[in-house]
Nanobody, 119 residues
Framework: QVQLVESGGGLVQPGGSLRLSCAAS????????MGWYRQAPGQERELVAD???????NYADFAKGRFILFKDNAKNTAYLQMNSLKSEDTAVYYC?????????????WGKGTLVTVSS
């Protein structure tokens, strides 16, 4: 069973920063895609940012210029650095992994970490 352990959420002031971490129980070399989605109350879950097996990154428009996705292969961990946070960034953020392990492909989600941006 693949495990994704998220951390780093919390309460921040508008304009502040947070760094989210997602530690995977598998090597990042086995992935197809990995990154972060978010879901606000009453909204659909949406992509924030992710990367493919070649580390090519993809950002949602709202994240461009504010958020940075990066990884540490040795630690099997993906990070989302969030800067200049706005109230509309308030959501549960979920780590997402699309894994390819030999011929087996599977999709996994973390349990989510809450980010609240409020003064």
């Amino acid at each position: 069973q693949v495990q994704l352990v998220e951390s780093g959420g919390g309460l921040v002031q508008p304009g502040g920063s947070l760094r989210l971490s997602c530690a995977a129980s598998v090597s990042l070399f086995s992935i197809n895609r990995m990154g972060w989605y978010r879901q606000a109350p009453g909204q659909e879950r949406e992509l924030v940012a992710d990367f493919d097996r070649w580390a090519s990154t993809n950002y949602a428009d709202f994240a461009k210029g504010r958020f940075i996705l990066f990884k540490d292969n040795a630690k099997n961990t993906a990070y989302l650095q969030m800067n200049s946070l706005k109230s509309e960034d308030t959501a549960v953020y979920y780590c997402h992994l699309d894994q390819l392990d030999g011929p087996t492909r599977s999709v996994h989600w973390g349990k989510g970490t809450l980010v609240t941006v409020s003064s």
